[in-house]
């Protein structure tokens, strides 16, 4: 059945409830669409309506959809995964023109086998999008496009597997006296999607009392994904300790998850351990043929309790094949909000070739919710001769300027090394009395063998009648550091 | 004998129906009604833009050549990308592929398409974005290149937004090189960029 709606009243009615005339846009009712089919009623609608006030050419069609976490929508664009929605989602109709104020209604049918073939057995999703362009093109060399997603479940007649587990249990406050919230990973492992019937945390101190139960807040789940469900704990007192976490989650009316169970910490009243960290500025070592490869790498700490990270790092040949672990371990405790450079050294070094190095840590203490770990990885060379970064700053002037105009500072970097580097730094500016009193930072820039690259950007503060002094202080791959100094004058 | 129970059964029938009419009189007269909101979401991308002089430079970079798509149109109030949804939503960008040229990048576009031989500014095309209005639970925006694929940008969480929406502005940035070619007549250089809401679950 194809019906087109031409009822400009109604458009208004929508518009008044919604919002004010603005141009070329779209707005869909419904936006959201959970339905049920039968083999007698597989079709539904929606309404696409134009907001503007230019005519628009809109255009529908089906595409996959999965959903994140937080229930963010992955629209699926892929070409497999269009073929099989198109298969089952069909539209009607695909193409229309809408007129300012117009609205069209689209009917949204469901080929219940298809659906069943592909799976899973008790629902089909898609995302169905709506795509408006100007009717008459405008040109220019930006043209903006707006498309709405609808995401549409549907559940497909049919036995129901109502299944699902909890994956993952956790801990974390966003700061010290806020609320404790208790984060739930759960799995859908059914055939169709659903909404959890609530769940509770049951939160226990060392004695093994219980000082806290609480409910879930629950959320629809699509088959085969997960969803992190929350529960919100305004404790009245939460002194030091170590507490527990049992998590449950009811699938239908009676029915709960197994329990999952994670520890958390209380470190100082009210404050909740929160271990975090991650490895920053792994960098490909410098490395010469069978001569000892130091790697070095940061680890920061942006949790709230000391961290001592401590693992090992794998070198893989380029066939993946582990060749050598080496330990490593940070020297002493990092404290929160600060890094600390950790190394190891492969002594017996490595023949030459490519090869990747694969770092990981582990850090917290299971009192605070378990060992967490942080990996990252660099891909490196064994070269047959040695590698030599080296730079030369080969100009360096400030030319002098009306009080008022930008300082365009002229600061040319040349790599006369064997190798590639990238080199950022800064350039201070300082008075007379050696006090500094502007900044220009540089930015990570990469200079090839040979090259000369200009580095610096105008610095648009003003400066006094005087004579400066420019100092630029750069470091070159990560290792070595050049500085240059030199004077201008900022005149009336 | 037979008739005798017939009747009595029948008595019996329409006693309960009595019955039970009484009772359903017998309520308290009110009337239950239920409803809720139909979800709906509304879309308005900044306009398109055009006449964007693009200066030229040895070291170009991203933040060079900037264009903020806020306010741009008829309607000062614009924000750049503007969504009324009493659901939560998402945003996203993406650019076209273009029949010639490379996608991400600005194309020679004439008389209403691409230009058959290419012609490609040498630097991507760049976007930076910061949400003017509700809860999001996005990062903060640093200059991203665009790509064919959907980047989610923004994230609200708001149950709904106000009447008159929630923007989110929107800046371009495209750098060029001195050895970029300027295009004569009537060609520019093109992208398309397309911006999709849609509910979350």
Request: hydrophobic share 40%; glycine share 10%; aromatic share 6%.
């Amino acid at each position: 059945m194809r019906r087109r709606l031409k009822i400009v009243a109604l458009a208004v009615l929508l518009l008044s409830l919604f919002g004010w005339l603005v141009q070329a846009g779209i707005g869909v009712s419904p936006s959201l669409i959970f339905a049920t089919v039968t083999e007698a009623h597989n079709s539904f609608y929606t309404t696409v309506s134009n907001t503007g006030e230019d005519a628009l050419k809109i255009s529908a069609y089906a595409a996959g959809m999965s959903h994140n976490l937080i229930g963010g929508i992955n629209i699926k664009e892929g070409k497999e995964d269009l073929e099989k929605v198109t298969r089952v989602f069909s539209l009607d109709p695909k193409e229309f023109v809408l007129e300012a104020g117009e609205v069209q209604e689209v009917k949204i049918t469901v080929n219940i086998a298809e659906a069943k073939k592909i799976g899973p057995s008790g629902g089909a999703y898609a995302e169905i999008l709506f795509e408006a362009r100007p009717l008459e093109s405008k040109g220019g060399q930006v043209t903006n496009v707006a498309r709405i997603g609808v995401p549409t479940l549907v559940t497909l007649p049919g036995p129901k597997e109502l299944t699902g587990k909890i994956t993952q249990v956790s801990v974390e406050q966003a700061k010290p006296g806020d609320k404790v919230q208790i984060n739930i990973r759960f799995r859908n492992t059914g055939n169709t999607h659903y909404t959890p019937k609530g769940g509770t945390v049951v939160i226990r101190d060392e004695t093994g009392s219980q000082v806290a139960k609480i409910p879930v807040e629950t959320h629809v789940v699509m088959p085969g994904l997960e969803r992190r469900l929350t529960a919100s704990w305004s404790p009245k007192e939460l002194p030091v300790g170590t507490y527990t976490v049992e998590a449950t989650v009811g699938i239908v009316e009676g029915e709960v998850t197994p329990a999952m169970s994670a520890a958390f910490g209380v470190v100082e009243p009210y404050k909740v351990a929160q271990p975090s960290g991650g490895i920053i500025n792994f960098a490909p070592p410098k490395a010469d043929k069978n001569k000892p490869i130091e790697f070095k790498l940061l680890f920061s700490n942006r949790g709230n309790v000391d961290l001592t990270p401590k693992g090992e790092i794998r070198v893989e040949d380029s066939r993946e094949k582990v060749i050598a672990t080496i330990p490593i371990a940070a020297q002493e405790e990092i404290v929160p909000g600060s890094s600390a450079e950790m190394s190891a050294v492969l002594e017996g070094g490595l023949p030459t070739g490519e090869y990747t190095a694969i770092a990981e840590l582990r850090y917290g203490k299971p009192e605070y919710g378990g060992v967490k770990v942080a990996q990252a990885r660099i891909e490196f060379e064994v070269a047959e001769k040695e590698i030599v970064t080296a730079g030369e700053i080969v100009e360096f002037t400030v030319p002098s300027v009306k009080s008022g105009e930008p300082i365009v500072p002229h600061l040319l970097i040349k790599n006369t090394g064997n190798t590639d580097f990238e080199v950022e730094g800064l350039i201070e500016l300082k008075n007379s009395a050696g006090k500094s009193v502007g900044q220009i930072p540089i930015p990570k820039t990469p200079v090839a063998v040979g090259e000369t690259k200009a580095l610096g950007q105008p610095w648009e503060g003003t400066l006094p009648v005087g004579l400066y002094k420019a100092v630029a202080s750069l470091i070159l791959g990560g290792e070595k550091m050049l500085t240059a100094e030199t004077s201008f004058m900022v005149k009336q | 004998m037979l008739k005798k129970k017939n009747i009595t059964v029948i008595l019996l029938a329409l006693a309960l129906s009595l019955g039970l009419s009484v009772i359903a009189l017998a309520a308290d007269g009110t009337q239950t009604v239920d409803a809720n909101i139909t979800a709906y979401l509304a879309l308005t991308p900044p306009d398109a833009i055009s006449g964007w002089a693009l200066a030229s430079n040895a070291n170009p970079a991203h933040g060079d050549n900037q264009q903020d798509t806020a306010g741009n149109g008829t309607y000062t109030s614009n924000p750049g990308v503007l969504v009324t949804s009493n659901t939560p939503y998402q945003l996203a960008i993406k650019c076209d592929t273009p029949s010639t040229g490379t996608a991400g990048y600005m194309n020679k576009y004439d008389n209403s398409a691409y230009s058959t031989t290419a012609v490609t500014l040498q630097e991507p095309f760049y976007f930076e974005f910061s949400a003017s209005d509700g809860t999001t639970s996005s990062p903060a925006s640093t200059w991203t290149t665009v790509t064919t694929t959907d980047q989610t940008v923004v994230y609200i969480t708001d149950a709904a937004t106000d009447d008159d929406g929630f923007g989110t502005t929107v800046t371009y940035s495209q750098p060029a090189h001195f050895s970029d070619q300027r295009l004569g007549g009537t060609a520019t250089y093109h992208i398309v960029i397309t911006y999709t809401a849609t509910a979350t679950l």
